[in-house]
C-alpha cells in the first residue's frame, strides 16, 4: 500500500514569504503529526491532527499552523519566513492500532533565502 | 517534561562487529511509549519499533534486538553482525500514552559501518 506522501520535496522560498506543505497519509490512517528537523535543534513536534482537529501542539510561534481535512490530508502553513524556518519537515501518519509505529514521509526539505 | 538521551554522536564500526545503540529516558508518566527510528541519507524516517512502557520484554528481530529496562530508564538497540547498509542516523523517542501522537526525540546517533 502507498506511504506517506509529502509535497514538494524541495522549496526555495524568500524572507517574508509563506508556504504551505502538504502530507497524504496512508490510506486509512486519521491521525498525522508534523515535525521540524535542523542541525541544531534536532526534530522538533510542531502539532498532530486527527479526524480534522489539533490534538496536540508543539512549542512554536503562531506563524506555523495546521490543518486537516476530511480524508486525513493535512497541511502545514508557515507564514512570515525566516532563516531559521530552513528546515527538513517532516510528517508522520498512523492508524491507532495497538502496535502501531508512525510512518513517517520522506519529508519537505524547505530552504528560506 | 519528557527528555530522550542518546549520549552516543557517532559511533564506527567495522562490518560484522555487533554495536549496541544507548538510550536513556525521562517521563513522569506511568503509561508510555518508547521508539526506534532509522533515517538514512534519504531522509524518512523508518520505523523499526515500538515498545509499551508495561512490556518490558526483550524483543529480537533478525540481527536487530531492544532491552528495555524501566528500572534504569533505558531502551537500548543492538544490531548483531552489522552490515554497511546499516549506516544511518538512528532515534529514540518517547510518547506518553495519552499523547500518542507527540513524540520527544532524542539527537540521534550516527553509525557508521565500514567495509
Known amino acids: 500500500k502507498a506511504g506517506v506522501t509529502q509535497t514538494p520535496r524541495y522549496l526555495i522560498k524568500t524572507r517574508g514569504q509563506q508556504v504551505t506543505l502538504s502530507c497524504s497519509p496512508i490510506?486509512?490512517?486519521?491521525?498525522v503529526s508534523w515535525y521540524q528537523q535542523t542541525p541544531g535543534q534536532g526534530l522538533q513536534f510542531l502539532f498532530e491532527?486527527?479526524?480534522?482537529?489539533?490534538?496536540n501542539k508543539g512549542n512554536f510561534p503562531g506563524r506555523f499552523s495546521g490543518r486537516q481535512f476530511s480524508n486525513s490530508r493535512s497541511e502545514m502553513n508557515v507564514s512570515t519566513l525566516e532563516l531559521g524556518d530552513s528546515a527538513l519537515y517532516l510528517c508522520?501518519?498512523?492508524?491507532?492500532?495497538?502496535?502501531?509505529?508512525?510512518?513517517f514521509g520522506s519529508g519537505t526539505r524547505l530552504t528560506v533565502v | 517534561a519528557q527528555k530522550v538521551t542518546q549520549a552516543q554522536t557517532e559511533i564506527s564500526v567495522v562490518e560484522k562487529e555487533d554495536v549496541t545503540l544507548d538510550c536513556v529516558y525521562e517521563?513522569?508518566?506511568?503509561?508510555?511509549?518508547l521508539f526506534w527510528y532509522k533515517q538514512p541519507p534519504s531522509g524518512e524516517l523508518v520505523f523499526l519499533i515500538r515498545?509499551?512502557?508495561?512490556?518490558?520484554q526483550n524483543e529480537i528481530s533478525g540481527r536487530y534486538s531492544w532491552n528495555f529496562q524501566k528500572s534504569t530508564s533505558s531502551f537500548n538497540f543492538t544490531i548483531t553482525a552489522s552490515q554497511v547498509v546499516d549506516s544511518a542516523v538512528y532515534f529514540c523517542?518517547?510518547?506518553?500514552?495519552?499523547?500518542?501522537?507527540?513524540?520527544?526525540f532524542g539527537d540521534g546517533t550516527t553509525l557508521t559501518v565500514k567495509p
Open positions: 508522520a501518519s498512523s492508524g491507532g492500532t495497538e502496535n502501531y509505529g508512525y510512518t
Open positions: 490510506s486509512g490512517h486519521r491521525s
Open positions: 491532527y486527527f479526524s480534522e482537529t489539533q490534538r
Open positions: 517521563t513522569r508518566d506511568t503509561t508510555y511509549y
Open positions: 515498545r509499551n512502557s508495561f512490556d518490558e
Open positions: 523517542a518517547l510518547s506518553e500514552a495519552r499523547n500518542a501522537g507527540k513524540s520527544t
